[in-house]
């Protein structure tokens, strides 16, 4: 693929996955997440990438270097390489979509997890 072109929004609402990677290039990569109600990405530090995150359904609380920031659907969250975060869902009850940009990327191309549990095999091999 050259490229991505589509609608971002469409694609991270309609997206069932905890993490689907939709394009990856040399220098970025673009992710679709869904995350259950209470679920979060668990602790992270990404020393060379930095990262961006836009809300498109729900609410988020996100850590970063241990102060927590409220994120509703439409906001943003831009993560610089080397911080300590994490993405929880907010809500009891609802989905949180959202979708965050590599740069470089991180994750193989075509990664597909179905649940966190399946991202944390993926990353413990």
């Known amino acids: 693929m050259l490229g991505y072109v589509g609608s971002i929004e469409k694609k991270t609402l309609q997206n069932t996955n905890f993490r689907e990677v939709v394009f990856t290039g040399k220098h970025a990569q673009l992710v679709v997440m869904s ?11 990404h020393a060379g990438v930095d990262q961006f995150f836009r809300v498109e359904e729900g609410e988020a609380k996100f850590v970063l270097a241990g102060k927590d920031h ?12 080397g911080t300590r975060h994490n993405v929880v869902n907010a809500s009891a009850t609802l989905p949180l979509k959202m979708y965050t940009i590599y740069s470089p990327p991180n994750h193989p191309a075509g990664t597909v997890h179905v649940k966190k549990a399946d991202a944390l095999v993926a990353e413990h091999h």
Do not use: F, R, S, T
Not at 35 to 45: A, K, N, S, Y
Not at 71 to 80: E, L, S
């Open 70 to 81: 409220l994120v509703h659907a439409g906001d943003a969250v831009v993560v610089p390489a």
């Open 35 to 45: 995350l259950g109600p209470g679920e979060d990405i668990g602790i992270e530090v």
